[in-house]
């Protein structure tokens, strides 16, 4: 099951209530949905990698499931942070990670950048899902 939001207790939360019925709890850092980022969840999350870090521990923290994670190559092309978010999410207990190779700019369109994928891949030892 899959879950969002950039509020650490809540997260919390929902990682503990999920994982009653869930294999595997995945976090979405990659969603770029207006409504989603102008809360800060998401995407958004791209633009501060401590923020992030401090959901992730909480998630991994309330759940003996495996903890997986979404992103995104980054916010924007002049934010491309998704080796950098890899190795945080790798450190901080994060089972594997699915990228979307676009920016959250891009939002759907455009091609994918398969080369920001093949950095990930070579960036961290967990599984690395396009
Ligand atoms: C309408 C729509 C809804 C999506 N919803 C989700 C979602 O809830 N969770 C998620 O992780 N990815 C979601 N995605 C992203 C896709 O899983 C995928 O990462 C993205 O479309 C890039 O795929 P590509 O690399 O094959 O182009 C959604 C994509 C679209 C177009």
Redesign the pocket.
Known sequence: M?IFGSDEETMGYASKYISKLADIVDI?M??PAPKVVKNGDGSKLLLDIKKAENIIKAVIKNTDKPVTL?IRKGWDLNNIVAVEFAQMAENAGISAI?I??RTRSEM?SGT?DLDIIKKVKASVKIPVI?
């Open positions: 899959q979405n990659g969603c979404k699915t979307h190779g759907y994918v396009r």
